[in-house]
């Protein structure tokens, strides 16, 4: 762990100061928001069951239904992540507002308006310093759980160290995992313990809190700023090795090298395409790596079979409804598979995927959460080879390999070019129906991007056919197995096609 943050501690270092931002502005706007709500319901008390009771509500929606619930309307990324942070940070600061403001003692509060205090100084003089204490105690257990549950919102395209997390888990490397989850923990630590130390103090100067309130906002619009500065394309990935390895790495060296455009990379888009084409719709990203079968399936919505033969079609299609390019065909085709645990193979016989209608009421069957979902995938698979499993298991894309060797799961969907295939005690099946489409893999642009950059259209055509199915496979394997960094394969790779300069 160590070494491998001494190795990577810019990437880490980056997306700790990410973090960070992304948890102040949400602590920022739910301190402003909750300290309002908070002082008027405790002004006009009839609201305050109420609106405690719609926010307790908010409260206990799981996160990751409200980023799901939100990405249609403000789309992935900061923004939306922001907003969730913000709605679950409210509860403690509205509450413990509310219960500082409301109490104060009433012979205090008498005693003033008996010397002729209005309301206002009442509240400003009286009422907000004498319940303090109490409102610092809700800033505090607020911003700790903020910054701890930002981590979760890397799953939807946000940046922060839930990256490391996700990416740590996605590539079978363990040791990004835990310092990702470290690095969270001792940032919410230091947090608290900054927030416990203002927290006892007796007196609390409003200048000094100005101050500090101040420059954190000015911090976060410099580094905004800074941002723009360089024209930048924004390229999304989803959370599986091959895309880190080719998005992740490879486009990131190649564009820098070849334009003078900067990269900014969201790595690791939960839900994948789901997620993905709408921010790509909305411009938030301007290129990811897709698989024909998938855009003819679950983005153009096509019920029939995908063959390459329809890849014209396809790119139509694209340009006329979404008005977005196919380029770079890597060359590789990372279809669909299943695979059953070899003893449980070995034990029933079991060789194609019309074997396994015998048993599959005795199997549990495991996969990412959106094969569930897709045209092509679970229903249909059923379908075609007539298949009732027992029971039904949603995993992480980076955790079934994980799930079947430890016997939770008993089949599972694969990609034809994982790298855990080789190393994993299964058997896999074959397609005797021919069920599953064609996956070629190549990069979805938006032509106002192409217009504005024509020279994008010649760095992502130099990949065209670099890579076989074999080649993916083999550089999955030497990431997820032996813990090779992707960019080092990325830039071997790009040497070996004689595209590194």
């Given at each position: 762990m160590i070494e491998l943050f001494l190795e990577k501690k810019e990437f880490f270092f980056d997306l700790l100061l990410e973090h960070i931002k992304i948890s102040a502005v949400s602590i920022l706007i739910a301190i402003v928001i909750g300290l309002f709500i908070g002082i008027l319901i405790s002004e006009y008390k009839k609201t305050s069951k109420f609106t405690l009771s719609v926010i307790s509500f908010l409260y206990t929606i799981p996160s990751i239904s409200m980023l799901g619930f939100l990405i249609p309307f403000t789309g992935v990324g900061n923004t939306t992540a922001i907003i969730v942070l913000t709605i679950y940070a409210l509860l403690p600061m509205v509450?413990?507002?509310?219960?500082?403001?409301?109490?104060?003692?009433?012979?205090?509060?008498?005693?003033?308006?008996?010397m002729g205090s209005t309301d206002y100084q009442i509240l400003y003089k009286?009422?907000?310093?004498?319940?303090?204490?109490?409102?610092?105690?809700?800033?505090?257990?607020?911003?700790?759980?903020?910054?701890?549950?930002?981590?979760?919102?890397?799953?939807?395209?946000?940046?922060?160290?839930?990256?490391?997390?996700?990416?740590?888990?996605?590539?079978?490397?363990?040791?990004?995992?835990?310092?990702?989850?470290?690095?969270?923990?001792?940032?919410?630590?230091?947090?608290?313990?900054?927030?416990?130390?203002?927290?006892?103090?007796?007196?609390?100067?409003?200048?000094?809190?100005?101050?500090?309130?101040?420059?954190?906002?000015?911090?976060?619009?410099?580094?905004?700023?800074?941002?723009?500065q360089q024209e930048t394309i924004h390229i999304a990935t989803k959370p599986m090795t091959e895309q880190y390895i080719l998005l992740g790495e490879m486009m990131d060296i190649l564009i820098e090298q070849d334009t003078n455009l900067n990269v900014e990379i969201t790595q690791g888009v939960g839900g994948g395409t789901s997620n993905i084409q709408p921010g790509m719709e909305s411009a938030e990203f301007d290129i990811y790596p897709e698989y024909t079968g998938t855009g003819w399936n679950m983005v153009l919505k096509k019920e029939d079979l995908y063959t390459e033969d329809l890849f014209e079609d396809l790119q139509k299609q694209y340009q006329k409804k979404y008005d977005m390019s196919w380029l770079g065909m890597y060359g590789f085709n990372d279809t669909y598979g299943l695979v059953v645990r070899k003893e449980i193979a070995e034990q029933y016989g079991l060789k194609t995927y019309s074997d396994l209608s015998r048993v599959s009421s005795q199997l549990v069957f495991g996969a990412e959460y959106d094969f569930f979902?897709?045209?092509?995938?679970?229903?249909?698979?059923?379908?075609?080879?007539?298949?009732?499993?027992?029971?039904?298991?949603?995993?992480?894309?980076?955790?079934?390999?994980?799930?079947?060797?430890?016997g939770k799961i008993d089949v599972m969907n694969v990609f034809t070019t994982d790298g855990q295939l080789s190393t994993s005690n299964v058997t896999v099946l074959k397609d005797d129906q021919n069920l599953y489409p064609s996956y070629m893999c190549g990069n979805v642009v938006r032509n106002e991007v192409l217009k504005k950059h024509p020279e994008l259209e010649t760095v992502l055509n130099t990949l065209t056919n670099t890579i076989s199915d074999a080649q993916m496979a083999k550089m999955n394997y030497e990431v997820e197995t032996l813990k090779k960094e992707p960019r080092d394969i990325a830039k071997k790779l790009l040497k070996d096609r004689g595209l590194l300069k």
């Open positions: 509450r413990n507002t509310y219960t500082g403001l409301t109490n104060v003692d009433e012979n205090i509060i008498e005693a003033a308006k008996g009286i009422k907000l310093p004498l319940s303090m204490p109490m409102i610092l105690s809700g800033i505090r257990s607020m911003a700790t759980m903020t910054i701890a549950l930002a981590g979760i919102a890397s799953f939807i395209g946000a940046g922060g160290l839930g990256v490391a997390i996700y990416r740590g888990i996605t590539t079978n490397n363990a040791n990004m995992t835990m310092i990702g989850s470290i690095l969270i923990a001792l940032l919410a630590l230091f947090v608290d313990f900054i927030l416990g130390c203002l927290e006892k103090r007796k007196r609390f100067n409003k200048k000094g809190s100005i101050l500090v309130v101040v420059l954190i906002i000015l911090s976060l619009f410099v580094s905004l700023f800074l941002n723009k979902e897709r045209e092509d995938g679970y229903d249909a698979l059923c379908d075609a080879y007539g298949l009732n499993f027992k029971k039904t298991m949603d995993l992480d894309i980076g955790l079934k390999y994980q799930a079947i060797n430890q």
